[in-house]
């Protein structure tokens, strides 16, 4: 089992960035989905099957962080504002 970290931040979002990916359907600034799931198609179905808002295919264009569940690590950590 491998858990698969996306995160992706609008903070400093323009229209310059036009080619940006969309990761939710509502506004945001920052969206983060972890998922546990044996490979990265299986974790896009998961989030995909419970219809919260992700667009996959814009998240297929982000690359997750992926952690192997058989050894110890930090999963997340979140610093926001300053």
Known sequence: MKLFVWRHNRKFHSYSMINE???H???YTDAVAIVAAETLERALELLAAQEKGWLVEDIRRLIPKVFNCDHEGIIFEDVRGS
């Open 21 to 23: 990916p969309n990761v």
């Open 25 to 27: 359907q509502d506004l």
